[in-house]
T-cell receptor, first 110, second 113 residues
Framework: SQQGEEDPQALSIQEGENATMNCSYK?????LQWYRQNSGRGLVHLIL?????REKHSGRLRVTLDTSKKSSSLLITASRAADTASYFC??????????FGKGTSLLVTP | DGGITQSPKYLFRKEGQNVTLSCEQN?????MYWYRQDPGQGLRLIYY???????QKGDIAEGYSVSREKKESFPLTVTSAQKNPTAFYLC????????????FGQGTRLTVV
């Protein structure tokens, strides 16, 4: 069951610009996580925000969570070509598994 | 270095064959997972195991089987009953409990020839 859904599906920006991607989910959560995937590779954890938090920062990443709207956003500031990847949000699944959305494909051009 | 190792990186299967994908972790994690990734469909959960000798079906378990005889190993067998096995398979692990990050292997790309 894929609970999270990212928007947009694809995003193309130039280096130095900010990239914002959104995630909507359907049921209540304990936490929401964001992951990054380079083409043909495994996923890498970026940030986790708990249900009682509204905003969290990590380096150039800023994540917000609005549990009343069941939505989250990931902002990457001052994007670099190396940020080109797919980004996924993940919410609680069965056991301790995660439910992933379909992802946002980000392209950062020099 | 601690991490998750998946092998092989690429695997080719003939119609009607069973194949086994390996997943090993040295993170001392109790929980392990298998996901399937198809283009445009994100990750879908196949099986998960929260503890040795126990595992549960995920959303798309049909045509797959697993075992968890050792804490560090969680192999996935793609059986001939899986009608469309061509996909990218990802193994992950976590410590037990909520609010923990998942660690992923580098994936195995399976192609039916």
């Amino acid at each position: 069951s894929q609970q999270g859904e990212e928007d947009p599906q694809a995003l193309s920006i130039q280096e130095g610009e900010n990239a914002t991607m959104n995630c909507s989910y359907k049921t209540s959560i304990n936490n929401l996580q964001w992951y990054r995937q380079n083409s043909g590779r495994g996923l890498v954890h970026l940030i986790l925000i708990r249900s009682n938090e509204r905003e969290k920062h990590s380096g150039r990443l800023r994540v917000t969570l609005d549990t009343s709207k069941k939505s989250s956003s990931l902002l990457i500031t001052a994007s670099r070509a190396a940020d080109t990847a797919s980004y996924f949000c993940a919410t609680d699944g069965p056991g301790y598994a995660l439910n992933f959305g379909k992802g946002t494909s980000l392209l950062v051009t020099p | 270095d601690g991490g998750i190792t998946q092998s092989p990186k690429y695997l080719f299967r003939k119609e009607g064959q069973n194949v086994t994908l390996s997943c090993e972790q040295n993170l001392n994690h109790d929980a392990m997972y298998w996901y399937r990734q198809d283009p445009g469909q994100g990750l879908r959960l196949i099986y998960y195991s929260q503890i040795v000798n126990d595992f549960q079906k995920g959303d798309i378990a049909e045509g797959y089987s697993v075992s968890r005889e050792k804490k560090e190993s969680f192999p996935l067998t793609v059986t001939s009953a899986q009608k469309n096995p061509t996909a990218f398979y990802l193994c992950a692990s976590t410590i037990r409990g909520r609010n923990t990050e998942a660690f992923f292997g580098q994936g195995t790309r399976l192609t039916v020839v």
